[in-house]
């Protein structure tokens, strides 16, 4: 892989990655720094990647990196923190809805565990569909769609408390 | 409530919705990263080992579709760097045959291939900018944006400080929060907690006198003096956390050698400093 290759590479794939890794972790900063990091990775190893199966272990590398990051250092899912209005081209009444659903979100998705979490985010922020869910996190679409239904069910019974 | 039980009930179902309307806020662009990654991969060379059955044409598929990609992306994504490093001085000529001269660590960055189509340059530190006559030129820091058509100003852009001089021409000022000033001759404009503050019939030698290799602190906090010190004499300065914000106004020449000026700083500041070693100095209350 030349440089120029890697930088195609980066450019196709990077900003995915460091999305996924801040929906596991809630943390740009550890959101940047691992994606960065993967990255280095697959350049290190390059001559042993065949190219059509780098994108799941780009995937498979950043949440590596992530578990043994996590494991190190607990942190609790600061998302919302980082998570603002787009002002562009939208009124102050819908800022005021938005941040009022950012703020229920934000209790319920503090609680919920990190599987469902992460797979509830992927669906409906990141807006992939199950078969990808299941190809980012290596689990069969069966899986996803249960992480899911138990993602839904929690945040409809925390919010009848 | 009603209104309460419409939001609850959205949670699960319009999350979709409320997702789209939101984005992530980055410390760091897409850009930036690369940057830091291209330095690190030059320290570290990849692999050097080639498999004997690598696949000539995959190969030579994956060179074309990558060579036409990094064409596109070439004329977008090539930019130039300009950097001073400390105690460095230099002029950096545009395309155009518009001039920047830099202070000491200051970077600008611009790129070559738009030019033509966009007269843009992403600007931090302080430099004086003379201007070629033509369409709109665009400085932009990190805490605010400055736009002209033809004309001399200074800008210093350092940590959360953001100042313009205006020497001739016409320059409008922007700061992040979308406030904008129209600067004309003789106006200096300084971000003063998020907001722009503007002075008119400012003396704007004051502002290039680091050109001339002169000091110019007027009321400026502690922390930018041994700063812009740092910066001139290629030193690192310590100094208490509660000396930061102290202030301190002076102007004069700057002398040869590092120990000069603090000597001159310390003194009118009740402080000592202590050479720590070549290059460090640690500077502490006098007492």
Known sequence: MTQQEFKVLFENHFADVRKYVFYRSGDTDVATDIAQETFLKIWEKQNSIQPEKVKGLLYKIAGDLYISHYRKEKRSFRFFNSFVFENESQSPEEEMTFNQLKENYSNSLEKMNEKQRTVFLLSRAENLKYTEIAEVLGISVKAVEKRMKNALNHLRNILKQ | ?287
Not at chain 2, 271 to 277: A, D, F, G, R, T
């Open chain 2, 1 to 287: 409530m009603n209104d309460k039980n419409l939001h609850i009930t959205s949670l699960e179902e319009n999350s979709n919705d409320f997702f789209s309307k939101g984005k992530i806020a980055w410390e760091k662009t897409e850009t930036e990263v690369w940057t830091e990654l291209e330095r690190k991969i030059r320290e570290k060379p990849a692999g050097k080992s080639v498999s004997i059955y690598s696949n000539i044409l995959k190969l030579s598929v994956a060179a074309v579709f990558a060579i036409l990609v990094g064409l596109s992306g070439f004329t977008f994504f090539y930019t130039k760097t300009i950097k001073t490093l400390p105690g460095e001085k230099i002029i950096a000529e545009l395309p155009d045959g518009s001039t920047v001269e830099l202070n000491s660590v200051s970077t600008i960055k611009y790129y070559p291939l738009k030019w033509k189509f966009q007269r843009k340059v992403q600007f931090e530190g302080e430099g004086y900018f003379k201007v070629a006559k033509g369409k709109k030129f665009e400085v932009v820091s990190e805490n605010g944006k400055t736009q002209v058509l033809g004309t001399s100003f200074n800008i210093y852009a350092r940590e959360s400080n953001y100042r313009v001089t205006c020497f001739t021409g016409k320059v409008k000022v922007l700061s992040n929060s979308d406030e904008s000033v129209l600067l004309e001759p003789n106006n200096h404009v300084e971000l003063e907690n998020g907001r722009l503050v503007m002075k008119t019939n400012y003396k704007t030698e004051k502002a290039v006198d680091w050109k001339m290799d002169r000091f110019d602190f007027a009321g400026r906090s502690l922390n930018e003096v041994f700063s812009e010190i740092e910066r001139q004499f290629a030193v690192k300065i310590q100094f208490q956390n509660e000396l930061k914000n102290r202030s301190f106004s002076s102007n004069f020449a700057k002398p040869g050698n590092v120990e000069e000026v603090l000597d001159y700083v310390c003194k009118s500041m009740q402080l000592k400093y202590i050479k720590q070693s070549d290059n460090s100095y640690l500077i502490v209350k006098n007492n």
